[in-house]
């Protein structure tokens, strides 16, 4: 079974601070979102985020979302892409969380970033 990968965001690389939030302004403006302020980038909606540095890759990322992530990176191998499992980042459990694809996209880096699982309820 193919793993359904779904769009996260879009990643926008900036020189720096007081561009990024130019960007991200002018996207929600354009869009109606609400920006949000994280310690890299500022976020516009859920779509963009716009870093405030040059980050991966040339233009920016773009973010893929899977249940579970070494299936995807199991999938993505078999069809001859590598990932950067040694880069990837963690939860704090030391689970892994995101993985970047080493394949340069038309100058975007694209990670993979596993859904947070929410803990199930049991009911006795």
Do not use: W
């Amino acid at each position: 079974m193919a793993v359904n990968f779904k769009l996260a965001h879009v990643g926008i690389n900036c020189d720096n601070d007081e561009a990024a939030k130019k960007i991200a302004e002018l996207l929600c403006l354009v869009f109606n979102l609400d920006i949000r302020e994280t310690g890299k980038a500022f976020f516009a909606g859920d779509y963009f985020e716009v870093m405030k540095d040059i980050g991966a890759g040339r233009f920016g990322h773009i973010a893929m979302e899977v249940d579970d992530i070494h299936e995807a990176i199991r999938e993505l191998e078999s069809k001859g892409f590598k990932c950067d499992i040694e880069g990837g980042m963690r939860r704090a459990d030391g689970s892994l969380r995101l993985v970047y694809i080493k394949e340069d996209f038309a100058g975007f880096a694209i990670h993979i970033t596993e859904r947070d699982k929410k803990p199930q309820l049991i009911y006795k």
